[in-house]
T-cell receptor
């Protein structure tokens, strides 16, 4: 069974802080994704990665960056956190192409004060 | 560009009643279609998917969805819901030439009442 683990379930940070959200998958998937989930907006893609050290911008990359130094780990970085980045963040991984399902972590609820 | 519309943000229904959660998409090319379910305090799980072939697809827990190309819809149905079906349901679409992009709808919260 695929396991996608996000390091924190809840996180509270202050405006201007640099914030790291970590995600690890245990199934050797090439593709990994970061989404944010907001009520009524569904999931919006921030960044994805299709291989180590490779990344692509999603729909809403502004204010975020990512790092993928190892295949199993995909980190989301908020360079200078702002209150409008308060949200639920979901990490996902996928094997192969689009006909395969994405496997999600349980999410990190991030509050920026 | 692809987009997904889930027409109902919330659907309250009594236990054992039928339910339909609506999903419409816009795309000019062939698509893959998915329904994901999110139980409280959890991530999303795949419920069912349409890739090709038969337009009616089923899940193991009694849900089904029908791909209607002419109406660009992929509505989710269940003939008799249980309390345990209470969750948020997301429709998602990917275009076959869209690289890695999966576009989600805004979600529908299904609330099953006893």
């Amino acid at each position: 069974d695929v396991k996608v683990t996000q390091s924190s379930r809840y996180l509270v940070k202050r405006t201007g802080e640099k914030v790291f959200l970590e995600c690890v998958q245990d199934m050797d998937h090439e593709n990994m994704f970061w989404y944010r989930q907001d009520p009524g907006l569904g999931l919006r893609l921030i960044y994805f990665s299709y291989d180590v050290k490779m990344k692509e911008k999603g729909d809403i990359p502004e204010g975020y960056s990512v790092s993928r130094e190892k295949k199993e780990r995909f980190s989301l970085i908020l360079e200078s956190a702002s209150t409008n980045q308060t949200s639920m963040y979901l990490c996902a991984s996928r094997l192969g192409q689009l006909d395969q399902p994405q496997h999600f972590g349980d999410g990190t609820r991030l509050s920026i004060l | 560009a692809q987009s997904v519309t889930q027409l109902d943000s919330q659907v309250p229904v009594f236990e054992e009643a039928p339910v339909e959660l609506r999903c419409n998409y816009s795309s000019s090319v062939s698509v893959y279609l998915f329904w994901y379910v999110q139980y409280p305090n959890q991530g999303l799980q795949l419920l069912l998917k349409y890739l090709s072939g038969s337009t009616l697809v089923e899940s193991i827990n009694g849900f089904e969805a029908e791909f209607n190309k002419s109406q660009t819809s992929f509505h989710l149905r269940k003939p008799s819901v249980h309390i345990s079906d209470t969750a948020e349901y997301f429709c998602a679409v990917s275009e076959n030439n869209a690289g890695n992009m999966l576009t989600f709808g805004g979600g529908t919260r299904l609330m099953v009442k006893p």
